[in-house]
């Protein structure tokens, strides 16, 4: 009879990752329908942080509910984490959580009722908008290191979303939460930020890692006052394509939660450059005595970029006083003064500890890419043309 059981217990599973499995592709099929033109350009971090196959079905308050978007049964680490689990992977989270109550047992750790405590005190919705290789991978990860903020890296929980709003609200909109708190984790277990960065970025053999000690990334100190995800060019081609206000209103409606939107800027030249390299696999050669001459790319991206740019300055425009503009250089340059005004703009506190440790893990030296491809006048001319359609890129240049 056990035998039975176990091979029941197994197909369900094979049966629950076939379905998500299916979604996946169904999202992406659509994405690439709706923007044919990236359809090879993918966003370069979502192709380097593919998200692992969601498989477990979960229990939403007494109803059970189909397993598409939830991976695992999820709780909160009971203190931040550390550099010594991070180098061993994580690869299992503590068995108990720290939720409104205090520290509770396993067993209760694994009701979704007890996260769903943390839930209740969700008062904003975080999406990054704008741009591929504009250091969102980076502040997203200093974000997730808050306490009470859990910003994934690139769940698409906008696109989920949008997709498929009935099935959230037909269920319960904490499993939509689910998905960002569980690819928080997963990325903490063995992604991006499992691990600390060693290096400097303008070591063109370096890669990068966001792990920040003695913080809270995959985790929470007993509730959550912000949830999101940093799925910016997404977002970026989404607000542009469809104008995708009316998802943003519903969502507020059904969380009762305001959804605010952080837009990075770097200047243009190198955001298209690196974006140039990155889909040229040809950023990390050891040596670069050689420009790089790829002008039918380097035209196909300056297209890219600025789509991105009125998707961002629509959401601007949509939504004013819910779109924060954080110059990209800043990220680095000043990590705390500009995770502090972050804190400032979500309305969350921040401490000094948070803040040191944060900007303790960012090199301060900054990855200027503008000089490794060949550009002509006429690319140059094109790009300061578009740049002053939008008061955002005011202040850039080519030799600044």
């Not at 477990?56 to 550099?83: I, M, Q, W, Y």
């Not at 009701?111 to 704008?130: E, M, P, W």
């Not at 081609?237 to 800027?265: C, N, P, S, W």
């Given at each position: 009879m056990g035998v039975l059981v176990g091979l029941a217990v197994a197909g369900l599973l094979?049966?629950?990752?076939?379905?998500?499995?299916?979604?996946?592709?169904?999202?992406?099929?659509?994405?690439?329908?709706?923007?044919?033109?990236?359809?090879?350009?993918?966003?370069?971090?979502?192709?380097?942080?593919?998200?692992?196959?969601?498989?477990?079905?979960?229990?939403?308050?007494?109803?059970?509910?189909?397993?598409?978007?939830?991976?695992?049964?999820?709780?909160?680490?009971?203190?931040?984490?550390?550099?010594?689990?991070?180098?061993?992977?994580?690869?299992?989270?503590?068995?108990?959580?720290?939720?409104?109550?205090?520290?509770?047992?396993?067993?209760?750790?694994?009701?979704?009722?007890?996260?769903?405590?943390?839930?209740?005190?969700?008062?904003?919705?975080?999406?990054?908008?704008?741009?591929?290789?504009?250091?969102?991978?980076?502040?997203g990860a200093l974000l997730d290191a808050h306490p009470h903020m859990v910003v994934s890296d690139e769940s698409m929980a906008f696109g989920k979303w949008?997709?498929?709003?009935?099935?959230?609200?037909?269920?319960?909109?904490?499993?939509?939460?689910?998905?960002?708190?569980?690819?928080?984790?997963?990325?903490?277990?063995?992604?991006?930020?499992?691990?600390?960065?060693?290096?400097?970025?303008?070591?063109?053999?370096?890669r990068f890692k966001y792990f920040v000690p003695n913080q809270w990334q995959g985790s929470f100190d007993q509730y959550i006052e912000v949830i999101g995800d940093k799925a910016g060019a997404y977002t970026a081609r989404a607000m542009q394509k469809y104008g995708a206000f009316d998802a943003v209103y519903l969502l507020e409606k059904t969380t009762g939660a305001k959804v605010k939107f952080i837009h990075v800027v770097r200047n243009p030249f190198d955001n298209i450059a690196t974006m140039v390299l990155q889909r040229l696999r040809a950023r990390r050669e050891k040596e670069r005595s050689v420009k790089v001459n790829a002008p039918d790319e380097l035209e196909s991206t300056i297209r890219s970029y600025f789509t991105m740019a009125e998707g961002s300055n629509r959401a601007r425009e949509a939504f004013p006083g819910s779109v924060i503009d954080i110059p990209s250089m800043e990220i680095v340059k000043n990590p705390a003064e500009t995770l502090r005004r972050i804190c400032q703009f979500l309305e969350i506190a921040c401490t000094e500890q948070y803040l040191q440790d944060c900007a303790a893990t960012v090199d301060p030296v900054p990855s200027i890419t503008r000089n490794f491809i060949e550009w002509t006048t006429e690319q140059k001319n094109t790009v300061y043309g578009m740049m002053t359609k939008y008061s955002f890129f005011e202040g850039y240049s080519f030799d600044k």
């Amino acid at each position: 009879m056990g035998v039975l059981v176990g091979l029941a217990v197994a197909g369900l599973l094979v049966r629950w990752h076939f379905d998500d499995d299916h979604d996946k592709e169904l999202l992406v099929k659509r994405f690439n329908e709706d923007f044919p033109e990236q359809e090879d350009q993918d966003d370069s971090e979502t192709q380097e942080n593919e998200q692992s196959a969601l498989t477990e079905k979960a229990v939403l308050n007494d109803d059970v509910v189909s397993s598409d978007d939830f991976p695992e049964r999820t709780f909160a680490l009971n203190g931040p984490a550390d550099s010594d689990t991070n180098e061993n992977e994580q690869n299992s989270f503590t068995d108990k959580a720290v939720l409104n109550e205090g520290v509770i047992s396993s067993d209760e750790a694994n009701s979704q009722n007890s996260l769903y405590k943390a839930y209740s005190r969700v008062r904003t919705i975080l999406f990054f908008i704008g741009y591929e290789r504009s250091r969102h991978s980076l502040l997203g990860a200093l974000l997730d290191a808050h306490p009470h903020m859990v910003v994934s890296d690139e769940s698409m929980a906008f696109g989920k979303w949008r997709s498929n709003q009935d099935k959230w609200i037909n269920s319960s909109i904490y499993s939509f939460y689910d998905i960002m708190v569980q690819t928080s984790q997963r990325d903490v277990a063995k992604g991006k930020r499992s691990q600390v960065f060693e290096g400097s970025v303008a070591n063109a053999t370096s890669r990068f890692k966001y792990f920040v000690p003695n913080q809270w990334q995959g985790s929470f100190d007993q509730y959550i006052e912000v949830i999101g995800d940093k799925a910016g060019a997404y977002t970026a081609r989404a607000m542009q394509k469809y104008g995708a206000f009316d998802a943003v209103y519903l969502l507020e409606k059904t969380t009762g939660a305001k959804v605010k939107f952080i837009h990075v800027v770097r200047n243009p030249f190198d955001n298209i450059a690196t974006m140039v390299l990155q889909r040229l696999r040809a950023r990390r050669e050891k040596e670069r005595s050689v420009k790089v001459n790829a002008p039918d790319e380097l035209e196909s991206t300056i297209r890219s970029y600025f789509t991105m740019a009125e998707g961002s300055n629509r959401a601007r425009e949509a939504f004013p006083g819910s779109v924060i503009d954080i110059p990209s250089m800043e990220i680095v340059k000043n990590p705390a003064e500009t995770l502090r005004r972050i804190c400032q703009f979500l309305e969350i506190a921040c401490t000094e500890q948070y803040l040191q440790d944060c900007a303790a893990t960012v090199d301060p030296v900054p990855s200027i890419t503008r000089n490794f491809i060949e550009w002509t006048t006429e690319q140059k001319n094109t790009v300061y043309g578009m740049m002053t359609k939008y008061s955002f890129f005011e202040g850039y240049s080519f030799d600044k």
